[in-house]
């Protein structure tokens, strides 16, 4: 098993910045993609970026260009780095990591809201 635990949200104006990080422990060497997902009140998580064992980093259409996923190579800790925040991008981010096997892990989410 993997334990994730989340720090770095908070509350941001439009147009500004946010770094998230994600601090991994437990079965590491059993991890082969790490990332982030949001959640809204009364939607579903959705993928918000992830990278794989070989630094391959997949984004959801709606932060290409505003966000960038990085992870140590050791794979203990991943992190989000967040620009041009937009309101839409309020939620509670939920780091993620998946084992070989399909064993799924999540942290216990940080809240970031976008507002003036």
């Known amino acids: 098993q993997v334990q994730l635990v989340e720090t770095g949200g908070g509350l941001v104006q439009p147009g500004g910045s946010l770094r998230l990080s994600c601090a991994a422990s437990g079965r590491l060497f059993q991890v082969y993609n790490m990332g982030w997902y949001r959640q809204i009140p009364g939607k579903g998580r959705e993928l918000v970026a992830r990278?794989?064992?070989?630094?391959?980093?997949e984004y959801a259409d709606s932060v290409k260009g505003r966000f960038i996923v990085s992870r140590a190579s050791d794979k203990s800790m991943v992190w989000l780095q967040m620009t041009n925040l937009k309101p839409e991008d309020t939620a509670v981010y939920y780091c993620h990591a998946v084992e070989y096997g399909a064993r799924e892990n999540w942290g216990q989410g940080t809240q970031v809201t976008v507002s003036s």
């Open positions: 990278i794989d064992s070989g630094s391959r980093a």
